[in-house]
């Protein structure tokens, strides 16, 4: 099985999306980001419900309506439904900041 540490350029002019699994509800995918965040006054709107966990480095969100962001370190997650707009602010640029996405659709019952 392989790490998901492995296969990390050295390099990340752009952020990294790996593909990890795909069903007919979810796609599950690593995120490698080095300095990156989302482009001043864009915002993200997906489609379809988002979880994701923080694996290594930190990283700044801000959801809209939450004037104050959510800072993220290893172990920290966060779930954003569906058409929540929301934006990375930053990323370590040191580091890599290693995120594991759950894009799902239907909801979670907790």
């Not at 350029?9 to 593909?19: I, M, R």
Request: aromatic content about 8%; charged content about 30%; hydrophobic content about 35%.
């Amino acid at each position: 099985m392989p790490n998901i540490y492995d296969q990390i350029p050295k390099e990340l002019p752009e952020e990294l999306f790996d593909e990890i699994a795909r069903g007919g509800a979810f796609r599950l995918e690593r995120i490698v980001s080095k300095g990156h965040a989302t482009p001043e006054g864009e915002w993200c709107d997906q489609d379809r419900d988002e979880w994701v966990i923080l694996l290594e480095g930190s990283a700044g969100i801000l959801v809209d309506g939450n004037a104050e962001g959510v800072i993220l370190k290893p172990g920290d997650h966060l779930q954003i439904p569906a058409h929540v707009r929301h934006r990375v602010e930053w990323t370590e640029a040191n580091t890599e900041t290693v995120w594991i996405a759950l894009h799902y659709q239907g909801g979670i019952d907790k």
